[in-house]
């Protein structure tokens, strides 16, 4: 079973750039589907991006494409989320999380906060305007 934990988050002015880094413990982060979810307060968690076990697929929702790019490298086990051009919005606390029933190589992970069952415990980035 892979452990997740995140860093990288922090304050930054609007318009700013943060990159997150979600190390993982355990030889098969590289056979794991990944994603990044956050929840701001008083809203459900919510998908950001998903990436497929080489990284060749990728998925994001509408509000952060063009400015977020999700990454892995797998020989460092690390997933990484580089967030440019950043918006009051994107405050919330992010999570990373793995996707184990995704058997192919080449999906990304899926959109449902239900679908991944390894969470690490969350980074908060705020956003000031």
């Known amino acids: 079973q892979v452990q997740l934990v995140e860093s990288g988050g922090g304050v930054v002015q609007a318009g700013g750039s943060l990159r997150l880094s979600c190390a993982a413990s355990g030889r098969t982060f590289s056979t794991y589907a990944m994603g990044w979810f956050r929840q701001a307060p008083g809203k459900e968690r919510e998908f950001v991006a998903s990436?497929?076990?080489?990284?060749?697929?990728?998925d994001y929702v509408d509000s952060v494409k063009g400015r977020f790019t999700i990454s892995r490298d797998n020989a460092k086990n690390t997933l990484y989320l580089q967030m440019n051009s950043l918006k009051p919005e994107d405050t919330a606390v992010y999570y990373c999380a793995a996707d184990p029933k995704i058997t192919s190589p080449l999906r990304a992970g899926l959109r449902l906060v239900g679908e991944y069952d390894v969470w690490g415990q969350g980074t908060q980035v705020t956003v000031s305007s």
């Open positions: 990436i497929s076990w080489g990284g060749g697929s990728r």
